[in-house]
């Protein structure tokens, strides 16, 4: 079975920066997407940003020239930084990681971490 743990959420000021990690446990292997989706209150799931294992990314328009998604394939681990935050950016942020083991297609995510940005 495969777990993504989240950190590093929390509360930020406007204007400041926030970093996200994900660390994959279990057999995931190569070829995947890992992406970053968000949930305010209220609202629908989005995506943030997604990474393929190649490295190729895309962001949200909402968070294009703020955010930065990165991964380390040896660690299983997926990053999201993002600077110039907003309160618009408040939201629970959860990990996925989508792709075939096997043939058969897969698409695990994480528990989600709480952000919380000030005014």
């Known amino acids: 079975q495969v777990q993504l743990v989240e950190s590093g959420g929390g509360l930020v000021q406007a204007g400041g920066s926030l970093g996200l990690s994900c660390a994959a446990s279990?057999?995931?292997?190569?070829?995947?997407?890992m992406s970053w989706y968000r949930q305010a209150p209220g609202k629908q799931r989005e995506l943030v940003a997604s990474?393929?294992?190649?490295?190729?990314?895309n962001y949200a328009d909402s968070v294009k020239g703020r955010a930065t998604i990165s991964r380390d394939n040896a660690k299983k681990t997926v990053y999201l930084q993002m600077n110039s935050v907003k309160p618009e950016d408040t939201a629970v942020y959860y990990c996925?990681?989508?792709?075939?083991?096997?043939?058969?297609?897969?698409?695990?995510w994480g528990q989600g971490t709480q952000v919380t940005v000030s005014s």
């Open positions: 990474i393929t294992s190649g490295g190729n990314a």
């Open positions: 996925n990681v989508v792709g075939t083991r096997y043939h058969i297609p897969y698409n695990y």
């Open positions: 279990g057999s995931i292997v190569s070829g995947n997407t």
